[in-house]
């Protein structure tokens, strides 16, 4: 089944919000790239021969464990308007494609060979660890499960070749590579090789391998355990390059963090692609206040002509330019939080929703970035629900100062299956691309939750 689902700009050119809203079919990026109620990590990403951008990771359906029975495949011909493909493979119950193992399904990768697609697939079984299974096409369904003898560790990565032959990567603490045999359901045991020059405290391999290669040198992505309190802490991507794809492959650098996303974060995941013309890292940040429901996300980057990687920030427009200040601007975009806050769907007459959650004095939600026009006089925001008294300090910096620009009153409120609009008037004009934050002062009575702002 295929979900399609796209961000509806809404440019709010009045306090009269509900009757005042103009609906454009300007449609922009944003991170994350799943909506509310879907969890997405992991991803790995692909460019199809139809042109089409392939997301593949795993799903997240519990605050008890990582991951689900199931994989869905996100694509998308602009990084703006996406599908969601829910039927494209399952290790248990509905389209159970697994028929040795009912084991939860990890991260994944998948490559396309002549006119099959194989979806290498992982499990936290130590016998059956890997598999792969086949489909006709990119999005699935993926059928045939097999076990991939030889290999006992999470986390595949797949690389085809210039020269047709395959690679197979996975690994914790330390990569291993090996040969694909043509069939592409064997690996070549007699080529098991460990790729990573030096020894952990060299190259803070955690797990997450993914595979690229660009020009001459071929790109292995992990997440990485050297920059935070722990090494189980791996918040961070990080790349290794090489000449040869059996390694070995040096350390260069981190290429995103997504610590401060989240109040509780244990890891990271992802991939690097290129998509018309431009490269991006796709990574995923947690939710909810919990380690689990992971979300997608996509950053920018630029491969320099040393084939180093520059590091990027997180934000909150994700792959295109900054978000006009005029839209309806998700509260769950935040790029970085602080204090208790954090990011939490909900539902309301079956349909899914987005919200930061359980605000109190002193926390902040950050927004990169946003652009506005020379007119902007306005701050307009909704709360949800009942809440003590308080107010949102705007804070905007071009880079240069950063400044507040208004301090917006929201008064006690009562009624828990309700809302409110406030607004408050900016102290000084702002002009231009800014980062935006949000400080949350007061609601000592009772938490905030905040569904959305915009300015005009």
Known sequence: MKKEYRLIVKLCHSLLFITACLTSSVVFSQNPI????????????????????????????????????????????????WNIETNAFSSKGKNDEVPYTNELLFAPDCVTKGDSSYLYYCMPSGTFTEGVAAASSPLGPFENGTHLKGVYQIDPAVLLDDDGQAYFYWGQTAPKVAKLKPN???????????????????????????????G?????IYAYGGRHNTRYQCTSLAYATSTSPMGPFQFRGVIIDNYGSNPVIENNHGSIQKFNGQWYVFYHRPSAGLKQFRKACIEPIKIEKDGSIREVEMSSQGASGPLPANMQIQAEWACQMSGNVRSQDFQSDNL??????????GDTAVYKYIQFGKATKNFVCKTLGGHGNGSVQVWVNDGRKKRMVADCEIKAYNKEDSYQIVSATLNESVEGKQAVTLLFKGFSEMPLDFDWFYFY
Do not use: Q
Request: with cysteine; glycine share 8%; net charge negative.
């Open 34 to 81: 799943v909506p509310p109620g879907v969890y997405i990590a992991d991803p790995e990403a692909h460019v199809g021969k139809d042109g089409h951008l392939y997301v593949y990771g795993s799903l997240d359906e519990s605050n008890g464990y990582w991951c689900s029975h199931r994989h869905f495949i996100l694509s998308s011909l602009d990084l703006k308007t």
């Open 184 to 214: 592409m359901r064997e690996i070549d045991t007699t080529t098991i090789t460990n790729c990573l020059a030096g020894n952990y405290e060299d190259n803070y391999f955690n797990e997450g391998a993914s595979i690229r290669k660009i």
């Open 216 to 220: 001459k040198l071929y790109y292995l």
């Open 352 to 361: 899914w929703f987005g919200k930061l959650a359980n605000l109190k004095n």
